[in-house]
């Protein structure tokens, strides 16, 4: 077969592939999408492999081990009760125990949690440890609730989710909206209710068992990925204009990374806007951004109204010009018509903080005109890892 016909074949197989799946999972959209992407780029050495296609290695692939589906009711802080779902998606353990976050955002489905724990697979086996892939989270918001709520919610939640986990079993971690504060509540819980004090979730306290450096190594991590992309194209991050999106976690730190590199960042976002520093942050000015999220837990907002900086409502900071754009709050949040902007402008490269960030018609955009693009499952495991 020629070249050609080789990935003609290759484009019918991966489209049958598909097209099962999704009548197998009717609406789980960012769960098809993420499949996609990796069968797309693996089904040549599927074709090639006999053995892969007798042992139905795909389909095993996209099948999650298991999924738990649970009620959580709980008292709010005027004496209501709320009730929330829950999940957690046991995606494979071929390789080591379960290990994926918990994310909790009014959004949160079985499809983003499946297509979060599906990637999951893949970015802790690139990290050479021993982990398998989970994904876990409710469709509670944090946000707007007192800290007693969001430990009765979390409480609540760890009392149905202790009997699945165990440091051999299943090791979840924080994602978007569950961070140091999310991971006490839940560890107090599970060790009162077990008993025992294990390992049994990552991103804990320094002083109770945490792992220093936690809190920045995905942010940092992505920074030195895309570090390490730029040495090989004979550059470095030494005076890039970066774009950063999402002002949580990860792009807190990846904003403190890229700036210690050398670089200019001169965008945060949420999910009201963004905020533009044409002349880059500062060491004081991200300490006070950090103060705000992480302590305060404000909106960007204030930090505009605060450093009398421009903040746009409603807009992605894609429209900024920039030579290195990460991606840090949320998945598609690069679409086509973003990529093609940000290649417009001058982007060199991208690192994928977030999970998903790139739709696949704006990683095509990116690889097509040659960006170097760091795709989250390699780029952002650094707090796995
Ligand atoms: P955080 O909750 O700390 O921060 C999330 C940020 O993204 C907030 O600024 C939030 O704004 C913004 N955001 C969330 N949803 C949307 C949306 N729909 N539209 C616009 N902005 C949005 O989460 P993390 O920083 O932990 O996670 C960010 C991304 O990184 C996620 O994709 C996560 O899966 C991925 N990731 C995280 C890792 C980690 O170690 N934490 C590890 C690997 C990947 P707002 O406050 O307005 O909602």
């Not at 839940?186 to 390992?199: E, K, P, Q, S, T």
């Not at 960030?357 to 795709?375: K, Q």
Request: hydrophobic share 40%.
């Amino acid at each position: 077969m020629s070249t050609t016909e080789q990935a003609a074949s290759a484009a019918k197989e991966v489209d049958a592939f598909m097209t099962a799946l999704a009548a197998r999972n009717p609406g789980q959209s960012e769960f098809l999408q993420a499949v996609r992407e990796v069968v797309e780029s693996v089904m040549p050495l599927v074709l090639d492999r006999a053995a892969y296609r007798d042992e139905r290695v795909l389909e095993r692939l996209t099948e999650p081990d298991r999924v738990v589906t649970f009620r959580v009711a709980w008292i709010d802080d005027t004496g209501r009760v709320e009730v929330n779902r829950a999940f957690r998606v046991q995606f494979s353990n071929v390789i080591g125990p379960y290990k994926g976050g918990l994310r909790f955002h009014p959004t949160v489905n079985l499809s983003v949690l499946k297509f979060l724990g599906f990637e999951q697979i893949f970015k802790n086996s690139l990290t050479g440890l021993p982990m398998g892939g989970a994904k876990g989270g409710a469709d509670f918001d944090p946000k707007g609730r007192s800290d007693r709520e969001v430990m009765r919610f979390c409480q609540a939640m760890m009392t149905e989710l202790y009997r699945h986990i165990g440091e051999d079993v299943d090791v979840p971690a924080g994602d978007i909206g569950v961070s140091g504060r999310e991971i006490g509540y839940l560890f107090g819980h599970y060790r009162r209710i077990a008993n025992r004090v294990a390992g049994v979730l990552t991103g804990k306290g320094v002083t109770y068992g945490g792992s220093l450096i936690r809190t920045e190594a995905t942010g940092y991590g992505c920074v030195y990925f895309v570090e390490n992309m730029l040495q090989h194209r004979a550059d470095s991050m030494d005076g890039k204009t970066c774009v950063v999106s999402g002002s949580g976690n990860v792009a807190l730190y990846t904003a403190e990374k890229a700036m210690q590199l050398g670089a200019k960042v001169v965008t945060l976002s949420d999910s009201e806007g963004f905020i533009y520093e044409p002349d880059g942050l500062t060491p004081e000015k991200l300490a006070w951004a950090k103060d705000l999220k992480e302590v305060r837990r404000g909106r960007l907002r204030e930090y505009a109204d605060h450093f009398k900086c421009e903040f746009r409502a409603g807009a992605v900071p894609w429209i900024v010009p920039c030579q290195v754009a990460f991606p840090s709050a949320t998945q598609n949040e690069i679409g086509r018509a973003d990529a093609e902007l940000l290649v417009k402008n001058g982007c060199l490269a991208v690192g994928e903080g977030a999970n998903m960030p790139s739709t696949i018609e704006a990683t095509s955009v990116f690889l097509d005109a040659g960006v170097a693009f760091a795709p989250g499952k390699a780029a952002n495991a650094g707090g796995v890892a």
